[in-house]
């Protein structure tokens, strides 16, 4: 079972990073330009921005290719190689971003403002956002990696680890609310 749980958070990490890094290196411009729906809301608000998105996404390239790198040693799978490996790694770093995007849209026309919480939706958009994509341009390398095992791992424990980190940011002072 402990090997589940590793190799889950293995595959996930490329997903996992991009959240905590887009706390850290957000700012500046946000990606709706501050412009509102026709709801007269926000269309995405001021916590989704194109510095998160940006480091965010390569940051969940970057750990991923530096754990291609030490998979043999590690005895953990690879994100393939080559032209492959980029997609595969993009689409799970790209797809945990665009699902929190998604999830902020779907917020802000519930009338949740910016930083509120919304139960299950704030812990899994990321993971349904990378998990959809990677299946979408990656289906046999997905397939073979995020097998049903691994892939109710990744629902038990992304929460968890999620708001685990957000009370670490919270109490760093990196995040105004620990969710
Ligand atoms: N962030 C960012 N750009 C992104 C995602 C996140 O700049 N694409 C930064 C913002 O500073 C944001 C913080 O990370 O406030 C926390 O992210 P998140 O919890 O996803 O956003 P919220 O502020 O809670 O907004 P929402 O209610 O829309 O989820
Ligand atoms: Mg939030």
Redesign the pocket.
Known sequence: MLEVILKSIWLMLPAYLPNPV??LT??GTPIDFGKRFFDGKRIL?D???F???FF?TLSGILIGLFENFVAPFAKMPSFGSGAESFLILLSLSLGA?LG??T??FF?RRLG?E???MLPLA?QLDFVAGALLLCYFTSTSWFSSNFTKEVIITVLIISPILHLTVNFIGYKMGR?PVPW
């Open positions: 887009a706390v957000g700012g608000g916590g989704k921005t510095r998160g998105l965010g971003m929190d995007i999830k902020s917020k949740f910016r930083g509120s704030d995040k």
